[in-house]
């Protein structure tokens, strides 16, 4: 079964990020929106399916947001506020997990399991 999915880890606190805005695009098409949870999960995977469509997907992460209502003190403007992480599906029954680990001033990703 294909699937998309995500988590965000706050490195600034060594913690899951909870109340992280999160939307999937594809094509230019808002997909889905979602926010994280306590364990900085989304509560359903942002698309699952028999298929998926290939190509490029982009996920949003509303971490400005998610850094102010934490009490994190930040710029202003803040330095990131939304993180746009463009990925490539090649296997449509494929899952492909997304996870963002992201302080204030920087952050990572990768393929995960």
């Known amino acids: ?3 998309i999915s995500t988590h965000v ?3 600034s606190r060594g913690a899951p990020a ?4 999160v939307e999937l695009h594809f ?7 979602a926010i994280t949870n306590a364990d900085g999960r989304t509560v359903e995977p942002l698309f699952s399916g028999g298929s998926i469509a290939t190509g490029e997907y982009e996920l949003t992460f509303h971490v400005g947001s998610y850094f102010r209502q934490a009490g994190v ?5 803040p330095f990131l506020d939304r993180v746009v ?3 490539g599906v090649a296997d449509p029954e494929g899952h492909y997990h997304v996870p963002l680990l992201v302080s204030p001033y920087g952050y990572s990703t990768y393929r995960g399991s």
């Open 1 to 3: 079964m294909a699937k």
């Open 9 to 11: 880890l706050d490195t």
């Open 85 to 87: 992480i463009r990925f």
């Open 18 to 21: 909870q109340g992280v805005a």
């Open 73 to 77: 003190d930040a710029t202003d403007p």
């Open 27 to 33: 094509g230019g098409e808002l997909l889905r929106r």
